[in-house]
């Protein structure tokens, strides 16, 4: 049997298993109820809210042959033909992909002719503010005198682009966006029907993720379950969305609010590395300054998010005044416009953060904490203990001064120096900075002119010697243990080792 998808597969059927929408619902079973049914009706709402799946109960409604009735009972021939997009009485047509006057030239046509199978002909429109103007006009005219027989439905997602005239000639129903809560109690039920674990936190993730559509939210829990089985755990979802974690979120800010460079670029090493993208973590950040700042502004009510998520989060708005939230968030959507033109986005973050710790006060005095050594690479395959240069191990050991100059002198070149690792000074002597594997945008932009000159510059300033560098990278992709030799370059961060 071919595989259907679990939105398809749980599409409401009848008014009472709509999640949400109550008025709606309300509105349409008392219409037909007290046999006050409208002639065209406008949906309006955010994808995946219901409006197709309501369309569709309703003309079951209208067309049952226990019918018109507020609980059509599925069975009958009409019902079912609704059910599966045969009923010749109930004409979809998709706006966005008929644009244009014939499908309309077509339905002024059809519409005077009586259904055949039902009481009503029902055509719902989706996506209607996609007609052109002409296709408007041509439905103009049928609105202004519909047939006994014939009933609109007419469904956007962009109420504003209505024109007037339609509208005022529709019942107009306002889809809402549906509760975190409701959202998550049906995945839940889904979840139960479709024989899946899943962790409540993978719910709470998934729920708001869809930002209220049902639709989205269906369709995440579907490609989880292809991608993860049948248990499903937050990690699955952050995995498959390469979304920021809570964790991660917490943290950097953390990093934030303490001003602490090497745990932020750490962070963000990490999440980097298990496959996060760097666009999806500014975005997921701002959100999360943004929920600070309404947190600030006593308007939590606003925000969809589980009581325990709202307790950490608390905590953490505590440590932030909201002129430093302010200017967070002001500085971190400047990011998301530099990302838009720059191919590294990674970069654009790391440069990005390193401006925000600098333009924003520290709120906590500096964390005195050691720092964990970052694992480097090493070039020689064969075992480690090559005899250095003396040369080469000064600079080893003032690699972290010369970190700390290249900061101030230029950003660019100092995040990119700071993902290399000095690893020889060549015959010809030459410092080589070695990369890891897939990081060759650091390598290309250290080389650029600018940058290699004001590292070339630095190095000489705190050796006393000149000496040029290159890059290259790691292919191989064996790692060897952390170095501990190189703590000092942690000295140059803001926090102090212990
Ligand atoms: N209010 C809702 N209650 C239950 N399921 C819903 C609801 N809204 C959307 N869905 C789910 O999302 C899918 C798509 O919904 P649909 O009615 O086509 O949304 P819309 O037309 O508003 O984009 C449905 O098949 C159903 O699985
Ligand atoms: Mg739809
Ligand atoms: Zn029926």
Redesign the pocket.
């Known amino acids: 049997m071919a595989y259907i998808s679990l939105?398809?597969k749980?599409?409401?059927q009848n008014f009472d298993?709509?999640?949400?929408?109550k008025h709606i619902v309300q509105t349409l079973k008392n219409a037909i109820s007290q046999k006050r049914v409208a002639h065209a009706y406008l949906f309006c709402?955010?994808?995946?809210?219901?409006?197709?799946?309501?369309a569709r109960i309703f003309a079951k409604a209208l067309n049952c042959k226990d019918g018109p009735t507020p609980s059509p009972c599925g069975k009958c021939d009409n019902c079912v033909k609704v059910r599966d997009g045969h009923a010749v009485d109930v004409i979809e047509i998709d706006a966005a992909s008929n644009r244009g006057i014939d499908e309309i030239r077509d339905l002024r046509e059809k519409v005077r002719y009586v259904p055949v199978e039902g009481r009503y002909k029902v055509y719902i429109i989706?996506e209607v503010h996609m007609l052109t103007s002409e296709a408007f006009n041509a439905l103009l005219k049928t609105l202004e005198e519909p047939p006994e027989h014939v009933i609109f439905v007419l469904?956007t997602t962009e109420a504003s682009r209505i024109p007037v005239t339609i509208e005022s000639r529709c019942q107009r129903l306002d889809?809402s966006r549906?509760s975190l809560d409701e959202v998550k109690d049906?995945l839940k039920k889904i979840a139960e029907e479709e024989k899946f674990q899943i962790e409540e936190k993978a719910l709470d993730l998934i729920a708001r993720n869809g930002e209220g559509s049902?639709?989205d939210s269906?369709s995440l829990l579907d490609q989880l379950a292809s991608y993860a089985g049948n248990t499903i755990t937050v990690d699955n979802v952050v995995d498959l969305l390469g979304c920021a974690d809570e964790e991660l979120l917490f943290s950097i800010a953390n990093s934030i609010a303490q001003n602490n460079v090497a745990e932020l670029l750490q962070q963000l090493r990490e999440a980097i590395d298990k496959g996060r993208s760097a666009v999806q973590i500014l975005r997921d950040l701002i959100m999360h300054f943004r929920n600070i700042l309404l947190l600030k502004f006593k308007a939590s009510e606003a925000l969809e998010l589980t009581k325990e998520y709202l307790v950490k989060l608390e905590t953490q708005a505590a440590i932030f005044e909201v002129e430093k939230v302010k200017k967070i968030i002001h500085l971190l959507s400047r990011i998301e416009l530099d990302m838009k033109w720059h191919p590294h986005a990674r970069l654009v973050l790391e440069v990005g953060l390193l401006d925000v710790l600098e333009n924003t006060v520290p709120t906590l005095p500096p964390v005195i904490q050691k720092i964990e050594t970052k694992t480097f690479v090493t070039i020689d395959s064969s075992p480690a203990q090559v005899a250095h240069s003396p040369l080469f191990n000064k600079v080893k050991e003032l690699w972290g001064e010369i970190l700390e100059k290249v900061k101030k002198k230029s950003l660019y070149g100092f995040v990119s120096l700071h993902e290399g690792e000095p690893v020889e000074i060549t015959n010809d002597g030459k410092l080589i900075i070695s990369f890891r594997k897939g990081y060759s945008f650091h390598k290309e932009r250290l080389l650029e002119a600018k940058n290699k000159s004001s590292v070339e510059e630095i190095i000489k300033e705190v050796l006393g010697t000149a000496i040029s560098i290159d890059c290259k990278i790691e292919n191989s992709e064996k790692t060897t243990k952390p170095q501990v030799t190189i703590d000092t370059v942690k000295d140059i961060f803001e926090g102090e080792i212990v």
């Open positions: 939105y398809r749980w599409r409401s298993e709509i999640v949400g929408q709402g955010p994808r995946g809210t219901g409006k197709t799946s309501i989706d469904a889809f549906i049906h049902m639709r269906v």
